[in-house]
């Protein structure tokens, strides 16, 4: 059977995919878990009095834009719950996040709409489900599916005042319901994604870019200022009326990649390779963990195109930084950043920087995997961490990382997923460096994803499981990967002790 770790190319050396896996300890205490997000495995689309959210829209109006295909089904876990939690706890998992769906709880998710008892009582019966298996609920207010209503009322992220006002209210439901149970809050996932392929690219609901005849140069930016000042408010709320009883935290989660210089030796590649991560996490990651305005080198490239704050809005990103009490990174892989010379298009968003998976020298950055932008390349994540933790010094935990390998479809292929396995072994070698050699504050990793899921744009394609799902019985299969994950936790937080 083809494996992609069969496909002999020239990698780079320093991107560390050469190294065995060598099980490296970590702390004691160090936990670990597995996520999903509501769009991407819950199914039930009408059940429960479920509102629409622009997935269901994005997905069923052009469906060429998600490979044909749309998550009415998914994986069904609206209706498997309990067994998919039985499942996690044979992997002895210590959490489970999850995203919770705004328009089951808020069917048409606006602060005067009314709230559905039903969605209430699904996430209920999860979150004690998940308590009574000891797995710690890590829950995520929004993961990529806006109530279509707020959608069609204002535009979502667009109208910040009406967003803001919204997103609060929903914010104090789901503590309000919840948060007795909580203990770790995320706000938003990866405000990047939505900013840039929902509102530039396109690629993501609602679809907004330049073909749709939508301001690109603009449009992300107001979406990116949305998201941080929601956040702001949301935790201020949360620290004044709920985390006195409920002693919970709360944060957000920021994606990235790391970025390598295309031409080592090009001293313009090499600001590059900083410049695009400024782009990409200093937009958010100064903002709201250092209670700042966006880094000096956005505000010189984009000019008008990026709103300003007023000395209120400063105020509170002061007053609530530090009470983000952990930098929660989505990470997945490295890339090449090259300084580009010709002139940009108007709606540029990196400051002209190309970024690709091969150097100057035709080396590629690691092997590939089932999804174009993702290779295996530890040693950045490595990097990323001593980036992150020297930039922002808070504790760190994963919130995501893994990958999709080739043939998975096939059960067969997946259970015998040699390639995560590998993937999974050399970035958890890479924590382990990043705690014990370079000091920093690693605390847990949330492998993505528990099962194969609905993977966007990409549809089923991608199988980011460490269960296998057939999408036609929705029979789940655990995979090497997930035995694997359960060994190599148990033995390297023994190593440690
Ligand atoms: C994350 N990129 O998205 C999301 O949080 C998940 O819902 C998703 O399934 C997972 O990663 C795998 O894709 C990303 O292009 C999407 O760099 C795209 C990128 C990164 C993360």
């Known amino acids: 059977m083809f494996q992609a770790t069969d496909v002999i190319t020239k990698h780079s050396e320093s991107a560390g995919y050469h190294e065995r896996v060598q099980e490296l300890p970590l702390p004691s205490n ?166 840039i392929f929902a509102h530039l690219n396109g690629t993501l609901a609602p679809g907004h870019c330049r073909e749709q005849g939508t301001d ?53 590649d090499i600001d590059a390779a900083e410049r695009r991560m400024v782009f990409y996490i200093g937009w958010f990651g100064d903002t709201i963990f250092l209670g700042q305005d966006y880094p000096i080198a956005m505000r010189e490239y984009l000019g008008t195109r990026l709103p300003t704050f007023t000395s209120e809005e400063i105020e509170l990103l002061r007053q609530t930084a530090q009470l983000n009490a952990f930098y929660g990174m989505n990470h997945y892989s490295t890339k090449y950043a090259r300084q580009l010379t010709d002139p940009p298009t108007d709606d540029d968003w990196t400051s002209n920087i190309e970024e690709g998976p091969v150097n100057s020298d035709g080396l590629e950055i690691g092997p590939a995997s089932a999804q174009q932008w993702l290779r295996v390349a530890p040693e950045g994540f490595r990097k990323l961490l001593n980036w992150v933790w020297k930039r922002y010094r808070l504790p760190v935990i994963i919130t995501e990382n893994g990958c999709p390998c080739i043939g998975e479809k096939d059960v067969q292929v997946a259970i015998n997923d040699t390639f995560r396995q590998r993937y999974f072994g050399l970035y958890l070698d890479a924590i382990s460096r990043a705690i014990y050699q370079d000091g920093v504050d690693v605390k847990g ?48 937080r023994q190593a440690s002790s």
């Not at 207010?141 to 006002?165: N, S």
């Open 30 to 195: 160090f936990s670990w878990g597995t996520a999903t997000a509501a769009y991407q495995v819950e199914g039930g689309a009408d059940q429960g009095g479920k509102g629409k959210s622009i997935w269901d829209t994005f997905s069923h109006l052009q469906p060429s834009r998600t490979n044909g295909e749309h998550a009415d089904v998914a994986c069904d876990h609206y209706n498997r719950m309990p067994e998919d939690v039985d499942l996690m706890s044979t992997f002895d998992v210590d959490v489970y996040r999850f995203s919770l769906s705004w328009s089951r709880i808020i069917p048409f998710g606006g602060r005067k709409d009314a709230i559905s008892d039903e969605g209430i009582a699904f996430y209920d019966k999860l979150i004690n489900n998940l308590l009574e298996h000891n797995i710690e609920p890590v829950v995520t207010l929004y993961h990529w599916d806006l109530p279509q209503a707020l959608y069609d009322r204002y535009h979502g992220f667009l109208d910040t005042d009406e967003f803001r006002a919204d997103f609060i209210h929903y914010a104090r439901v789901c503590f309000s319901r919840f948060g007795d149970r909580v203990r770790k809050w995320v706000t938003f996932n990866e405000p990047y994604i939505i900013s």
């Open 216 to 268: 690109t140069k603009t449009e992300p930016w107001r979406v990116g200022h949305t998201i941080i000042l929601s956040h702001a408010s949301v935790v201020q709320m949360y620290a004044s009326e709920f985390q006195p009883t409920q002693e919970g935290s709360i944060s957000i989660v920021l994606n990235g990649h790391f970025y390598e210089p295309f031409n080592p030796q090009n001293q313009a």
């Open 445 to 492: 990793y949330y492998a993505w994803s528990l099962m194969d899921n609905y993977e966007w744009a990409a549809g089923y394609g991608p199988r980011y499981g460490i269960v296998h799902v057939d999408f036609e019985t929705l029979k789940r299969t655990p995979k090497g990967s997930a035995w694997y994950l359960r060994d190599s936790f148990k033995s390297r």
